[in-house]
């Protein structure tokens, strides 16, 4: 699976909009992008995922870049409950979820 | 809508001692099951899955064991602790045999060895 590339942290002001980026310049054709957040002492929480397209649910927003080499996860209006630790991973055909250090977000009031 | 349920939340057990893990879910039917480990400091890790009712690939080698007796039940076995099995142990699901469907996690079980 590609490797994933995240800044350690950010901090955004509650009601802003967070924007976590992530590079995967490896990334293959059949590989899905997929997002989780892991609250201090709770398991991973699935965010979103896309292949190719971007996607919207009632969480977040996923962009993905049309060449797939990087992708933008938005939050859309940010509150203290969504500071957490995000991870951006990418997967292929393996059932194999590898979670790396990730994006510790710290919204602020 | 589903549901994963994992127990017991803490655990502290003595170098030597036993282990089983219990993990079900609810709401589906055929789920693959996750058995993960994130020792303290470090990303999650892989160590068993499961397609199907007896059917269990181990990822790494370890003093560890995974059982699947039920569709929806798997099971974390150890005959005997080592204090490297410290950890939180995190058990997920994912829509059978669909390898793009995102795994879903417990609240997990921290287990403490003494």
């Known amino acids: 699976d590609a490797k994933t590339t995240q800044p350690p942290s950010m901090d955004c002001a509650e009601g802003r909009a967070a924007n976590l980026p992530c590079n995967h310049s490896t990334i293959s054709g059949n590989e899905y992008v997929y997002w989780y957040r892991q609250i201090h002492s709770q398991g991973p929480q699935y965010i979103i995922h896309g292949l190719k397209n971007n996607e919207t649910n009632e969480m977040a927003s996923l962009i993905i870049t049309e060449d797939r080499k990087s992708s933008t996860l938005i939050l859309p209006h940010a509150t203290l409950r969504d500071t957490a630790v995000y991870y951006c991973i990418v997967r292929g055909s393996n059932y194999k979820l590898t979670f790396g250090k990730g994006t510790l977000l710290t919204v602020n009031p | 809508s589903q549901t994963i349920h994992q127990w017991p939340a803490t655990l502290v057990q003595p170098v030597g001692s036993p282990l089983s893990l219990e993990c079900t879910v609810e709401g589906t039917s055929n789920p693959n099951l996750y058995w993960y480990r994130q020792a303290a400091g470090r990303g999650l890790q892989l160590l068993f899955y499961?397609?199907?009712?007896?059917?269990i690939s181990s990822e790494v080698p370890q003093n560890l064991s995974a059982s699947r007796p039920q569709d929806r039940q798997f099971i974390l076995s150890s005959k005997k602790l080592l204090l490297s099995d410290s950890g939180f142990y995190l058990c997920a699901w994912s829509v059978h045999q669909s390898v793009d469907q995102p795994q879903h996690f417990g609240d997990g079980t921290r287990l403490s060895i003494l």
């Open positions: 499961s397609v199907g009712i007896g059917q």
